[in-house]
């Protein structure tokens, strides 16, 4: 398994992987699904892309950009998924790592997660195994695909 730069042949692959944690609905804000178009325009926009790749198969990837314009537009904001039939390999982990890694090289000084759902705890371990502070709880600030609002927990990462 490699962690590179994506490229236009992987889009498929991408967007299939993107939509599909859309839809489950208890991760990414997002609740519009990407198609050709939008996911190809959605991930040009993006500072960096990179994909979790093993014999010409995607099964993961990031997205990198930057949190806030201006005075903080030094800090970064990154996004993560993983397909569910490649979960527990640890590509989560692999992802993480490379875009700490890319956010350092492309100038960022810090990498910040503003909304992780709090009973996400996989993912919370594994940042805060990697470094990450969590800055807070913030009640009630995600909604889930049911309509129900949990918790969610913002974390930074000094790059």
Not at 3 to 16: A, F, N, Q, S
Not at 36 to 45: L, M, N, V
Not at 93 to 118: I, S, T, Y
Not at 129 to 143: A, D, K, N, S
Request: a negative charge; aromatic letters at 10%.
């Amino acid at each position: 398994m490699q962690v590179r730069e994506y490229t236009k042949d992987d889009l498929p692959d991408m967007i299939r992987i993107w939509n599909e944690v859309v839809e489950d609905g208890i991760a990414f804000p997002q609740e519009e699904m990407l198609d050709t178009e939008s996911g190809k325009a959605f991930f040009a926009s993006q500072s960096y892309n990179g994909v979790a790749e093993e014999d010409g198969k995607v099964y993961g990837l990031y997205i990198l950009h930057p949190n806030n314009i201006g005075r903080c537009g030094h800090i970064c904001n990154a996004s993560y998924a993983v397909s569910s039939d490649a979960r527990g390999r640890h590509i989560g982990e692999m992802l993480v790592k490379d875009c700490l890694r890319m956010g350092r090289e492309l100038g960022f000084r810090v990498l910040q997660f503003n909304a992780v759902v709090e009973r996400n705890v996989h993912a919370r371990h594994l940042y805060e195994r990697l470094g990450f502070m969590q800055l807070g709880t913030i009640p009630g600030g995600f909604r889930m695909k049911d309509g129900h609002y949990e918790n969610i927990c913002p974390y930074y990462h000094e790059l």
